[in-house]
Structure formats: structure tokens, C-alpha cells
T-cell receptor, first 113, second 111 residues
């Protein structure tokens, strides 16, 4: 079975600071990994995904994530936070033989001026 | 043109009522899903259908009945609504495990 763990239900940063949201996964087969963002009262928007190609994945809005098999991690980063980045972020996993997404519990990102 | 569209966006209803949420995708994907997001924002899969055939049923009460008239549509019917059914329900579609597209959600409030 697959699972993801998001460390930190809340993360607060100052505008312009580095954003680091942590995600660790568990999977007995090679995983596909995703980061989604949810703005207040809105749906889920795909930020980026890893599907066994390059381990450093660049997404929308300046976000990127690096797949590290040795650490079973897929942390999300952005060099400089913007006020508009304030949202809920979800890490998720699927595999070639499980046709569903399994989500982490989410991390709320707050950005202070 | 919205890829995965759900209706209604908001639904307020009384306990005991029966309601339906509709979902349509125009991406040509074979697989469609229903996810539930609870009050703590936790997202969990409820059902998946592949080309009109039920694939996943994740221990959802049988008051919830998905229906897929064709591979572009997956509707969710809920009987005898309870307070605990209040949540945001997301429809999604995919063409394989590498990519999932979500609808904008239906916020169901049972009073």
C-alpha cells in the first residue's frame, strides 16, 4: 500500500523567504508523486508531478520539487514566497498499478508581509 | 471550456433528503473518481469508474451510489443524508496514474 506523510500542518513564512513544504512517501513500487494547491473555497490545482523522468521537477508559479528515492521524499520548494502563495498544499502518491491518488493531510502555508 | 465540471457548486439540504451531484469531463479520459474532503481538509477517495465499470469502492456507506451512464459522466447520488455527509465532494478524471484532473468541488451542507 502507498501513503504520504506531510510534516507540519502549518507553515508560516515572510514574503520573500524560502518556502519548504515536506512530503515523505511510502510505496513498494516506483511511485508517481504530485503536489496540488487549494486556494480558499476553490478546487485542486496541480502544481507539479513526478512520473519517473527527471528527479527535479519544475511546476507552476515558481515551485519545484525533488524526488529523492534514498530519503523517500518529495519536498516542495519556492525560493521566494509571495502573498498569493498562501493556500493549502497537498502531496499525493499513485503508482502504475493503483489507479487512485492517495493524499497527505495537507499543509497550510501562511505568508506574512 | 471546463475540463471536469461539477454541478451544483453548493448544495444545502435537510437531513433525510436525497440529493445528486453531477460530474462531466471532456478530456476523453477513461477513469473517473469521486473524492470527499472533510472539515479537516482530508481528501479520501470514495469511488472510481473505468469506462462505466466500478473499479474502487472504498468502504463508503451504501447510501452513496455512483452512476456512470457513459465514460464522460459520473454522478453521485446520496440517500437519506446525514449531518456527517457535510463535506466538499470532488470529481476527477484520469487517463492512467500519471495525471489526474479535478473538478472545482461541490460543497454539501446538511442541516
Amino acid at each position: 500500500a502507498q501513503s504520504v506523510t506531510q510534516l507540519g500542518s502549518h507553515v508560516s513564512v515572510s514574503e520573500g523567504a524560502l518556502v519548504l513544504l515536506r512530503c515523505n512517501y511510502s510505496s513498494s513500487v516506483p511511485p508517481y508523486l504530485f503536489w496540488y494547491v487549494q486556494y480558499p473555497n476553490q478546487g485542486l490545482q496541480l502544481l507539479l508531478k513526478y512520473t519517473s523522468a527527471a528527479t527535479l521537477v519544475k511546476g507552476i508559479n515558481g515551485f519545484e520539487a525533488e524526488f529523492k528515492k534514498s530519503e523517500t521524499s518529495f519536498h516542495l520548494t519556492k525560493p521566494s514566497a509571495h502573498m498569493s502563495d498562501a493556500a493549502e498544499y497537498f502531496c499525493a502518491v499513485s503508482t502504475y498499478n493503483t489507479d487512485k491518488l492517495i493524499f497527505g493531510t495537507g499543509t497550510r502555508l501562511q505568508v506574512f508581509p | 471550456d471546463t475540463a471536469v465540471s461539477q454541478t451544483p457548486k453548493y448544495l444545502v439540504t435537510q437531513m433525510g433528503n436525497d440529493k445528486s451531484i453531477k460530474c462531466e469531463q471532456n478530456l476523453g479520459h477513461d477513469t473517473m473518481y469521486w473524492y470527499k474532503q472533510d472539515s479537516k481538509k482530508f481528501l479520501k477517495i470514495m469511488f472510481s469508474y473505468n469506462n462505466k465499470e466500478l473499479i474502487i469502492n472504498e468502504t463508503v456507506p451504501n447510501r452513496f451510489s455512483p452512476k456512470s451512464p457513459d465514460k464522460a459522466h459520473l454522478n453521485l447520488h446520496i440517500n437519506s443524508l446525514e449531518l456527517g455527509d457535510s463535506a466538499v465532494y470532488f470529481c476527477a478524471s484520469s487517463q492512467g496514474p500519471g495525471g489526474y484532473t479535478f473538478g472545482s468541488g461541490t460543497r454539501l451542507t446538511v442541516v
